[in-house]
């Protein structure tokens, strides 16, 4: 079975998971936006029971998406990297919501699974062939 490891900026913040994700998905929601500080978020989805945090503790902060599901996202402490999300939307509550930036040697040429909240995306970035297209995150 795969093993991956992951880690914020500064390396004081780390986790691991079994499995390869569920599923992949890139999220244009404005509030995704705000978190990466840039147009969408690249995220993994990993079943909770499989996901560890092996070194230091995160912080923890919530907001309430704008189609009204509270989410709750885990960060470094020290350098504020967003590591992992969850939230309490039914078919995501399973799922620790792992950022792809962070997990070390993440196969950057596998194609998301699908992509949320397009109503949101930045004009100049264009679909993903092949991949489904949510207007909202439904």
């Given at each position: 079975m795969a093993s991956f490891t992951g880690s914020c900026i500064c390396n004081k913040l780390k986790f691991s998971f079994t499995?390869?994700?569920k599923q992949t998905a890139v999220c244009h929601c404005l509030q995704c936006q705000k978190l990466?500080?840039?147009?969408?978020?690249?995220?993994?989805?990993v079943p909770r029971e499989d996901f560890?945090?092996?070194s230091g503790s995160p912080k923890a902060g919530?907001?309430?998406?704008?189609?009204g599901i509270m989410v709750e996202y885990f960060f470094c402490p020290d350098c504020g990297t967003i590591i992992a999300k969850?939230?309490?939307k039914?078919?995501?509550k399973p799922f620790s919501i792992v950022q792809a930036g962070t997990v070390d040697?993440?196969?950057t040429k596998r194609k998301p699974d699908a992509e949320f909240?397009?109503?949101r995306k930045a004009d100049w970035v264009q679909p993903i062939p092949g991949v489904p297209q949510m207007a909202k995150f439904e």
């Open positions: 499995g390869e994700p990466s500080g840039s147009a969408f978020t690249y995220n993994l989805l560890k945090w092996t919530t907001f309430k998406q704008e189609s969850q939230t309490d039914e078919d995501f040697g993440f196969d909240w397009v109503s």
